[in-house]
């Protein structure tokens, strides 16, 4: 079957750095995602990763290995609007996302 | 504004009744898809449509049907609602299907089957 996994939840710090990990088990590899999904509202496109490296994309970065079927999300200097749940997607052979359940991140004072 | 609308918000509805959930994109998009989000759960893809006049099933497709007629739009039918079937459900678009493409969602419809 089919998998991805992430912690359910984790707790940081204002301006501290955070990194959220995601594994995968998928039939085929076409690139992964991060969303990012505020509270009631709907996920918005982080970052895209097909070749095996980090992307940075100002203060979010993402990191993926295709052999270790690993990815992580690192987000530095947090701000408390970063408090939200991200999600990691893999594209698989069918072209189509397996959703991870996500990461719930609350970010303290 | 571009992007993807969805109606209604929010809505109750008894089991049995049948329920359209509509979906508007005005961004040219070839690709839609409709997933529902569950507690607990990562979005599962009910069904998907890589250009106007094809549709396709995805993991969860039982109870749930759809067209696309045109690009813009791409209604999703319960029949006969069940209370399994209370989940938000959220419509997205891509550019192209597969390949590059980012999808980007809606507001997301809460919907409640009693």
């Known amino acids: 079957g089919q998998n991805i996994d992430q912690p359910t939840e984790m707790t940081a710090t204002e301006g501290a750095i955070v990194q959220i990990n995601c594994t995968y088990q998928?039939?085929?590899?076409?690139?992964l995602f991060w969303y990012q999904q505020h509270a009631g509202e709907a996920p918005t496109f982080l970052s895209y990763?097909?070749l095996d490296g980090l992307e940075e994309k100002g203060r979010f970065s993402s990191f993926l290995s295709r052999s270790k079927g690993y990815s992580y999300l690192l987000l530095k200097e947090l701000q408390m609007k970063d408090s939200a749940s991200y999600l990691c997607?893999?594209?698989?052979?069918?072209?189509?996302?397996?959703w991870g359940a996500g990461t719930k991140l609350i970010i303290k004072p | 504004i571009a992007g993807i609308t969805q109606a209604p918000t929010s809505q109750i509805l008894a089991a049995g009744r049948r329920m359209t959930l509509r979906c508007t994109q005005d961004?040219?998009?070839?690709?839609m898809y409709w997933y529902r989000q569950d507690l607990g759960l990562g979005l599962r893809l009910i069904h998907y449509?890589?250009?106007?006049?094809?549709?396709g099933k995805g993991e969860v497709p039982d109870g749930y049907s759809v067209s696309r007629a045109n690009t813009d739009d791409f209604p999703l039918t319960l029949a006969s609602a069940v209370p399994s079937q209370t989940s938000v459900y959220f419509c997205?678009?891509?550019?192209?299907?597969?390949?590059?493409?980012?999808?980007?969602f809606g507001p997301g419809t809460r919907l409640t089957v009693l």
């Open positions: 990763n097909v």
């Open positions: 449509s890589n250009t106007a006049g094809t549709t």
């Open positions: 997205a678009s891509s550019e192209l299907a597969g390949a590059l493409s980012t999808q980007y």
């Open positions: 961004m040219r998009h070839n690709a």
């Open positions: 997607a893999v594209r698989d052979s069918n072209y189509q996302l397996i």
């Open positions: 998928t039939s085929g590899f076409n690139g």
